[in-house]
Nanobody, 120 residues
C-alpha cells in the first residue's frame, strides 16, 4: 500500500524558513517523479514544485520560484521542500504527491498534508 507522510510544517514569521519532508513507502520511490502541491485557505490546489525520478530536473511554480528548493533522497525514499523568505500568502496545507511518470504525469497518490502558517 502506497503511503506518503509529510512533516515539517508549522508556524513561521514572514521572512522565515521551513523544510518540509515527505517519507514514501509502498512503491519503488526512485522510479517516479514527485511533486508538492498546496492549498491556501478557501482556495483551490496550487502546484508548487516537482522533481524527476533521478533528481536531475526540478521545476517550480511562478509564485515560489527563487524561494523554494525541491530535492530528494532515493536511498531514504524522501522528498524535501526547502522554503525561504516565506510570505503570508504561502500559508496553506502542503501536500506531497507521487507523479505517475519518471519525469511528468498526473498524480498517482497523495499524502495527508502538513500545515504551513506564515504570520507575525
Amino acid at each position: 500500500q502506497e503511503r506518503l507522510v509529510e512533516s515539517g510544517g508549522g508556524l513561521v514569521q514572514p521572512g522565515g524558513s521551513l523544510r518540509l519532508s515527505c517519507a514514501a513507502s509502498g512503491f519503488t520511490f526512485s522510479r517516479y517523479a514527485m511533486s508538492w502541491v498546496r492549498q491556501a485557505p478557501g482556495k483551490g490546489l496550487e502546484w508548487v514544485s516537482a522533481i524527476a525520478s533521478n533528481g536531475g530536473v526540478s521545476t517550480y511554480g511562478d509564485s515560489v520560484k527563487g524561494r523554494v528548493t525541491i530535492s530528494r533522497d532515493n536511498d531514504e525514499n524522501t522528498v524535501y521542500l526547502q522554503m525561504y523568505n516565506l510570505k503570508p500568502e504561502d500559508t496553506g496545507i502542503y501536500y506531497c504527491a507521487r507523479v505517475t511518470g519518471a519525469s511528468s504525469g498526473g498524480v498517482g497518490s497523495w499524502g495527508q498534508g502538513t500545515q504551513v502558517t506564515v504570520s507575525s
